[in-house]
Structures are given as C-alpha cells and as structure tokens.
C-alpha cells in the first residue's frame, strides 16, 4: 500500500510538473501572452531529439519558477502559420517576450541547461539599470575586475534626461544579454572610472580591457545607444560555443574566429594574445595602436578545433592550430589563411578582408558549387546555413551549423 502511495505522489508530481508548461497554439497564443508577464516560448517539433532533451528542463524551470517566468510550448509541425510568422525552420528554437507584446518575440540565445534558465527568468524580474550604490566607481571596478562582468555605463554628469531615458529604455531591450547597465552621475566617480566628467559618454568597461568608448562627436540617440551597446555587450574575444555562435554571428560584422587546441595550452594562449593584440589595434585602444577605424569590422572569438573539427574543415582549416578564419555570417563568405598568427600578420589578414584586398571564397563550402548552394538555401533558408555533405554525390545534407555544434560538444563530453 506505501509503495502505491507513493507511486500515486510521483504520478501526480509529474502532471503537477507537465500542469505548468502552457501548450500554446494559433488560437490561444495571443491571448496566453496577453497577461504581461515574462513568457519562454518554444518552438519544438515531436521527433527533434533536441527538443526532447530539453522538454524535462521546461518542465522543472515551469514547475520552480512559475511565479516569474512562463513557459509556453508550440508544436511548429502542427502549428505551421505561426512557426512562419516567427521563422522558426530548426528545432528547438526559443524566443521570450513580456509585456503582453505577442507580435515581437525576441530570440533566446543564451544556455538551455536549467541554471541558465533559471538565472535569465532572475534578470529579467530585476531591474534593467544597477541601483546607485552600485553604480560608484568602486563598485563597477569589483564587478568587472572580481566578478568578470562586463559592465555598459552612461556618464551622465549634470542635467541630461534625453540620454538618461534612451539609455534606460536600451537597458530595458537589452537587459537579457549577460552585461550589467549603470548610469554614473557623479562627476567624481566618473573622473575615478577614467571618463568624461564634463560631457555625456557611453563606455565598455571589460575586465583587462582599456575603456571603449561610445565615438565622440556621434549624437547618442536612443538608436545609436541601442546598437552600440548590442555590439560591445560580448567580451573582446569570446569562447564561441552552442550557446553563443549564432547571437555573435548574428550581431553584424563578419566574426574573426581562431581555431585552437586547448591540450597545447601555450600554443593557445600565446595565440589568442596576439589576437586581442591585433583586435585592440585595430580598434585603437592598444599600445602603439592605429587610427582605430576598423574598430567595429569584427566580431572577435576562438573554438575548441578537436571538439569543432569538422565543423571548421568547412572553411578551409585543417593540419596544425592554431589557425584564424573570417566568417561573413549572413553571406556564407569566409576568408581562411592558415600562416597567420603573429599579432602584426593578423592585423594585417584582417585589414586586407575589411579593405576587399583578401579574395573570400564564395563557391558554396567545401567547394559545393554555387548554384547547387543557391537551390539549398532557397529550399531550406535557415536550417542548412552551414553545411556539411554526408557524401559528396549524395543530397544528403540534414545539419545546420548550431545543431552540429551541439552534437559535437554533446559527443565530446561523453568521451
């Protein structure tokens, strides 16, 4: 009798749970997120193993954390019209949206795994902008130096609402990507943190990073804020993963992505030094630096090339790393030079690719002629944006790069 007990709590425990995610459809969505709150929503379809394995982390940030964050579950097989309206075309996709704003999601890009979760729905619920005792310059120097945040001020000395409420209102789009928001009104604390006390400013501060800062003389609209702020919200060089190669790659300029093997520690770091040294040069915040006018051309990060090896196979890099390659996310362009690493030869590499001087390989990948390409991607626009031939007399092609990198990173850790 116990053992039924029990059986019959676990049972209810699971419906309990399951009770939690909102099922969402055409007729019912609108009107789901029509009560304002935090809503994420994803986008599955039933035979996607991805999907599956993410399920059950719905299921448990639903079941925890139903008081500051919705969960909403769309079948994009069933529910074809609404999968089109939002250009869901892999699996899982997720979006988020609060408000009540059903005609604009925003992506989700961010980690899958609970505690990620758990700590986006935490942000989300807090407020866009740190408070003022947290705004000192002492306080931002712990946060970026202890704590490895990168932190998005607005130096606001004196009487400047315009700035203040376009600032506030980009904190508040931007606030789910992993940077901090502090507006620095004290003329004092801003000369401490090394920025203008007399005029508004906008800058990046980044652990090990020399400031950047919004271009003087440029208007800051609450446009210009908001563009600029997505732009310097990732570190100088990111560690690219699955949780953040399409945002980067999505952010705008073309990504400049070492390849490395992390078992040649040296090697690796010698190599992603040079890199932010020719990063920083390029953006005119190095020592003996530039003009710093191709300080926004890239977007800057590095791979683990054992675990993403066939991935990057498709871009020309094979043999010994450390290796650079430049990748044009929405063209499917990239440039490859294999000799490269010295700080001066990557600054080099990558100022021939911005000025047009580098030939970029434009014949599909992995030599897949142009037209076959172009039939692909009118077929399948988003799911095949990166592609690997499973035989190459074979149209087999079933992977977009995001779900291949997944499955290469799933397979490594199981090593």
């Known amino acids: 009798m116990r053992a039924l007990f029990y059986l019959s709590v676990f049972i209810a425990g699971i419906c309990l749970v399951a009770s939690k995610v909102v099922d969402l459809t055409s ?5 789901s997120i029509a009560d304002g709150k935090l809503w994420l929503i994803d986008f599955y379809a039933p035979w996607c193993g991805h999907c599956k394995k993410l399920s059950p982390v719905l299921d448990e940030i639903a079941a925890e954390l139903g008081e500051t964050i919705q969960i ?14 939002f250009d869901v075309s892999s699996y899982p996709t997720l979006f988020f949206t609060r408000g009540g704003e059903a005609e604009k999601l925003e992506p989700y890009d961010g980690s899958r795994s609970k505690e990620s979760l758990a700590s ?15 705004a000192t310059a002492d306080a931002l120097q712990r946060r970026v130096g202890e704590d ?34 502090a507006v620095v009104e004290d003329a004092a604390e801003l000369l401490r943190l090394g920025l203008p006390a007399d005029r508004p400013s906008l800058a990046k501060l980044e652990q090990g990073e020399a400031h950047r800062l919004f271009p003087t003389g440029k208007a800051l609209t609450a446009e ?30 073309p990504m400049a992505i070492g390849v490395v093997d992390p078992a040649d520690e040296k090697g690796t770091a010698v190599f992603l030094g040079s890199l932010k040294v020719a990063a ?53 362009r990239f440039w490859h030079d294999r000799e490269v690493d010295e700080p001066e030869e990557l600054e080099a590499f990558l100022r021939g690719v911005a000025g047009g001087q580098v030939p970029a390989h434009r014949d599909g990948l992995l030599g897949l002629p142009r037209r076959a390409w172009r039939k692909l991607e009118e077929a399948w626009p988003y799911s095949l944006l990166f592609l ?28």
């Open 224 to 253: 210009a804020m908001r563009r600029w702020c997505r732009l310097h919200s990732a570190p100088l060089v990111s560690a690219l993963g699955q949780d953040n190669f399409r945002w980067l790659g999505e952010l705008g300029p």
């Open 72 to 85: 909403g579950k769309i079948d994009a097989t069933q529910e074809k019209d609404l999968a089109k309206k």
């Open 27 to 31: 007729e019912t969505f609108a009107s």
């Open 280 to 332: 920083r040069a390029l953006a005119g915040v190095g020592p003996g630096s530039g003009p710093g006018d191709l300080g926004e051309a890239f977007v800057y990060g590095w791979v683990d090339g054992v675990t993403w090896a066939s991935f990057v196979r498709q871009f020309g890099v094979r043999g010994a790393l450390p290796q650079l390659f430049v990748l044009d996310y929405a063209s499917r």
């Open 148 to 181: 490895g945040r990168i932190v998005l001020a607005l130096g606001a000395p004196g009487e400047h609402p315009a700035e203040r409420y376009a600032f506030a209102a980009t904190a508040e789009g931007l606030q789910h990507l992993a940077v901090d928001f």
């Open 388 to 415: 690997i031939p499973i035989g190459l007399l074979v149209a087999a092609f079933r992977l977009d790069g995001y779900e291949e990198l997944e499955e290469e990173e799933d397979r490594k850790k199981k090593q």
């Open 120 to 134: 986006f729905a935490a942000k989300m619920n807090s407020p866009a902008l740190l408070p003022p005792d947290l």
